[in-house]
T-cell receptor
Framework: DQQVKQNSPSLSVQEGRISILNCDYT??????FLWYKKYPAEGPTFLIS?????DKNEDGRFTVFLNKSAKHLSLHIVPSQPGDSAVYFC????????????FGQGTRLTINP | DTEVTQTPKHLVMGMTNKKSLKCEQH?????MYWYKQKAKKPPELMFV???????INESVPSRFSPECPNSSLLNLHLHALQPEDSALYLC?????????????FGQGTRLTVV
């Protein structure tokens, strides 16, 4: 029962272009969504988040869009830079006494020069 | 400062050993977490502590024993582990305000059980 899905295991984008990473979820109780970036053998690094009451949040080159009716969110990175090459995890939050983060399977983003 | 520090970075232990993983944060966060990540898989929640009390145990085997001695420290005691327990163990912390918020992760401990 995978509640958070990232259907693209990998994505390759040219430097300077836009990278779009997608995430779908099934549980309508999720009320907060986060994107993390991860390098091998390191912990996830928080990038950006969005509350379920919003449909867009922007921070520099990163923008997250949320479509609640479709249970879909996306992360846009523009312009893409070589240092953006990493695995990106979408996570959804559920607060049941304490917060639980449920992660998607991750998308490996490669930025080509 | 959004740093969560985990020690050791790498650990190799035998199936009869007892070892502990340590996690420390000084951000004043009152929620702390242990996650486990196997290769090419997403992190999976193991335990959540809120105000030094265990709030969530995701049906983790008793060979993993968490401890929260104070608001800045989180330990994971390991005993009689199996080779399939080899994984990256991640600690995280967040503010505790009864609502969703960002969680910040440490670098992880790469555990190998032989």
């Amino acid at each position: 029962d995978q509640q958070v899905k990232q259907n693209s295991p990998s994505l390759s984008v040219q430097e300077g272009r836009i990278s779009i990473l997608n995430c779908d979820y099934t549980n309508s109780m999720f009320d907060y969504f986060l994107w993390y970036k991860k390098y091998p053998a390191e912990g996830p690094t928080f990038l950006i988040s969005i509350s379920s009451i919003k449909d867009k949040n922007e921070d520099g080159r990163f923008t997250v869009f949320l479509n609640k009716s479709a249970k879909h969110l996306s992360l846009h990175i523009v312009p893409s830079q070589p240092g953006d090459s990493a695995v990106y995890f979408c996570a959804a939050s559920l607060v049941q006494g304490a917060q639980k983060l449920v992660f998607g399977q991750g998308t490996r983003l490669t930025i080509n020069p | 400062d959004t740093e969560v520090t985990q020690t050791p970075k790498h650990l190799v232990m035998g199936m009869t050993n007892k070892k502990s993983l340590k996690c420390e944060q000084h951000m004043g966060h009152r929620a702390m977490y242990w996650y486990k990540q196997k290769a090419k898989k997403p992190p999976e929640l193991m335990f959540v502590y809120s105000y030094e009390k265990l709030s969530i145990n995701e049906s983790v085997p008793s060979r993993f024993s968490p401890e929260c001695p104070n608001s800045s420290l989180l330990n994971l005691h390991l005993h009689a582990l199996q080779p399939e327990d080899s994984a990256l163990y991640l600690c995280a912390s967040s503010q505790e305000r009864g609502a969703a918020t960002e969680a910040f992760f440490g670098q992880g401990t790469r555990l190998t059980v032989v």
